[in-house]
């Protein structure tokens, strides 16, 4: 047991490391390009609006969530568009899948990406088909313009928000999933368990998908890792979670926030099945 805990530790902490960095970086990128967005975006066509909304939540962690509710919430694209960057949005446990499985994350993401571009197409057809209600405007401005300074990005991005807000949550959820994963293999028959209750195994992914936070589903993410549960599973809980990204929405508009995951846990269960069944 105390090698199980020993081997866990350092795995986890080596995880969390590779994914602090990818979150930096990705964090970087995201304040060099503020604001651009919104010039892109404006008065665009809607398949543009499909395709750069879907690659907004493509982006590993919830950078590219969050300016997607803040252009939704400024009435810069559509319901549809933000409906399918939160199907494509695979949250902070998109990093961790790069530091299990990148060959594979990175075609998880094409999916996802694909799905969120001919699913914001979809969703937007249905509302205005069978008019769904949704808000479309606010005025208050949710995001504040940082300074450019070395000091200030330090203090601001990498340590209050990174590391003081995500960094440690996502250890202690990589080492818990890991530990309870080690466990059940170790001492219980977990892939004989997962195997024959493998339908009940995908709808759990999808109940647990619907919590707005990154880390639970990092257990999926975990039992992917080690070959206990196929590709259709990570892809249905990526699909139907988006990290933190909901969070902004619920402040914004809760009727808005239900209706959008429900799109997601609809596209999700459908897609997820289909690929199950086809044995993937």
């Given at each position: 047991m105390i090698n199980i805990f020993r081997d866990v530790l350092l795995e986890s902490v080596s995880i969390t490391f590779f994914v602090l960095l990818m979150m930096i970086l990705a964090d970087y990128i995201n304040v060099r390009t503020k604001g651009k967005l919104h010039v892109l975006l404006k008065g665009s066509n809607k398949w543009k609006q499909y395709v750069i909304g879907?690659?907004?939540?493509?982006?590993?962690?919830?950078?590219g969530s969050f300016a997607g509710v803040?252009?939704?919430m400024?009435?810069?694209?559509?319901?549809?568009?933000?409906?399918?960057?939160?199907i494509a949005s695979a949250g902070d446990e998109a990093f961790v899948m790069l530091a299990l499985f990148p060959k594979i994350a990175i075609l998880l993401f094409v999916v996802l990406f694909v799905t969120g571009i001919f699913s914001g197409k979809i969703i937007d057809y249905i509302v205005v088909k069978f008019k769904i209600p949704y808000s479309t405007d606010c005025e208050t401005v949710q995001y504040h313009q940082h300074e450019k300074s070395y000091k200030h990005y330090m203090k601001e991005h990498i340590w209050h928000h990174i590391i003081k807000e995500h960094v440690w949550k996502i250890f202690l959820w990589i080492f818990g999933a890991l530990l309870l994963l080690e466990i059940g293999t170790s001492y219980l028959?977990?892939?004989?368990l997962t195997t024959q209750y493998i339908w009940l195994v995908?709808?759990?992914?999808?109940?647990?998908?619907?919590?707005?936070?990154?880390?639970?589903h990092l257990i999926f993410v975990t039992m992917f890792?080690?070959?206990?549960?196929p590709f259709s599973i990570l892809l249905t809980s990526s699909i139907v979670q988006d990290g933190h990204g909901m969070l902004p929405m619920l402040s914004f508009s809760v009727k808005d926030s239900i209706s959008i995951k429900i799109f997601n846990v609809l596209f999700g269960l459908t897609l997820g099945s289909i690929l199950l069944l086809l044995g993937l």
């Amino acid at each position: 047991m105390i090698n199980i805990f020993r081997d866990v530790l350092l795995e986890s902490v080596s995880i969390t490391f590779f994914v602090l960095l990818m979150m930096i970086l990705a964090d970087y990128i995201n304040v060099r390009t503020k604001g651009k967005l919104h010039v892109l975006l404006k008065g665009s066509n809607k398949w543009k609006q499909y395709v750069i909304g879907s690659f907004l939540g493509t982006i590993p962690g919830d950078l590219g969530s969050f300016a997607g509710v803040s252009l939704y919430m400024h009435g810069i694209i559509s319901y549809g568009t933000i409906a399918g960057l939160m199907i494509a949005s695979a949250g902070d446990e998109a990093f961790v899948m790069l530091a299990l499985f990148p060959k594979i994350a990175i075609l998880l993401f094409v999916v996802l990406f694909v799905t969120g571009i001919f699913s914001g197409k979809i969703i937007d057809y249905i509302v205005v088909k069978f008019k769904i209600p949704y808000s479309t405007d606010c005025e208050t401005v949710q995001y504040h313009q940082h300074e450019k300074s070395y000091k200030h990005y330090m203090k601001e991005h990498i340590w209050h928000h990174i590391i003081k807000e995500h960094v440690w949550k996502i250890f202690l959820w990589i080492f818990g999933a890991l530990l309870l994963l080690e466990i059940g293999t170790s001492y219980l028959n977990l892939e004989s368990l997962t195997t024959q209750y493998i339908w009940l195994v995908l709808l759990v992914s999808v109940l647990i998908g619907i919590i707005p936070e990154s880390g639970p589903h990092l257990i999926f993410v975990t039992m992917f890792a080690q070959g206990l549960i196929p590709f259709s599973i990570l892809l249905t809980s990526s699909i139907v979670q988006d990290g933190h990204g909901m969070l902004p929405m619920l402040s914004f508009s809760v009727k808005d926030s239900i209706s959008i995951k429900i799109f997601n846990v609809l596209f999700g269960l459908t897609l997820g099945s289909i690929l199950l069944l086809l044995g993937l």
